[in-house]
């Protein structure tokens, strides 16, 4: 079956342009999280949506960084006035109600 | 101390060889556990979850062990195409009810010929 899709694959930015970055997670997944893994590094989990709950954002790095989750599939995350300390792949995970996560491919993010 | 700790390696291993990878965590609460793997600029791909028995899948065995809040992961008969880095996984329970994973920095292995 299909799963998760993310996109742009990649993206150049200036700096202090804003940003979105889009994920479709399995269907029928009720979870949904975002990441951010700079080149080299370990994951840095950014924000969790599950159902019509809250979403947890204790991940975000700044205001910069908002998301939403409509109707419970699609994501959006959104990056205002990017810096380049933003560039890094953006991924995508969505989960049933277990604990495994499946992730898209990513979007690359460079800020110029 | 991080919450999910492994070697960053790097393993190089001859074709063929057996190699051993340990992760250790340090929530005792934690019920969850898996390892993934990561291809060179690819997204992470969940290998196996661990339980608590311990699981085999081909050529790939997991260990949990409990007590000592460690995982383990044993691949038998390396193939060139097992080259990746591989991610110890922990759940880790939150009062917010979030379901969370931690993932640990990986260890990369690279198979020689």
């Known amino acids: 079956g299909a799963g998760v899709s993310q996109s742009p694959s990649n993206k150049v930015t200036e700096k202090g342009k804003d940003v979105e970055l889009r994920c479709d997670p399995i269907?029928?997944?009720?979870?949904l999280y975002w990441y951010r893994q700079s080149l080299g590094q370990g994951l840095e989990f950014l924000i969790y949506?599950?159902?019509?709950?809250?979403?947890?954002k204790s991940g975000l790095p700044s205001d910069r960084f908002s998301a939403e989750r409509t109707g419970g599939s699609v994501s959006t995350l959104t990056i205002q006035r990017t810096q380049q300390e933003d560039s890094a792949v953006y991924l995508c995970?969505?989960?049933?109600?277990?604990?495994?996560?499946?992730f898209g491919p990513g979007t690359r993010l460079t800020v110029t | 101390r991080k919450e999910v700790e492994q070697d960053p390696g790097p393993f190089n291993v001859p074709e063929g060889a057996t190699v051993a990878f340990n992760c250790t965590y340090s929530n005792s609460a934690s019920q969850s556990f898996f390892w993934y793997r990561q291809d060179c600029r690819k997204e992470p791909k969940l290998l196996m979850s661990?339980?608590?028995s311990g699981n085999e899948d081909g050529r790939f065995t997991a260990q949990l062990n409990r007590a000592s809040q460690y995982i383990s992961l044993l691949i038998r008969d390396s193939k060139l195409s097992d080259s990746a880095t591989y991610l110890c996984v922990v759940n880790i329970p939150m009062n917010t009810g979030r379901r969370a994973l931690t993932f640990g920095s990986g260890t990369r292995l690279q198979v020689q010929p």
């Open positions: 949506f599950q159902g019509n709950s809250a979403p947890d």
């Open positions: 269907s029928g997944h009720t979870a």
């Open positions: 995970a969505s989960s049933p109600m277990g604990y495994e996560q499946y």
């Open positions: 661990v339980y608590s």
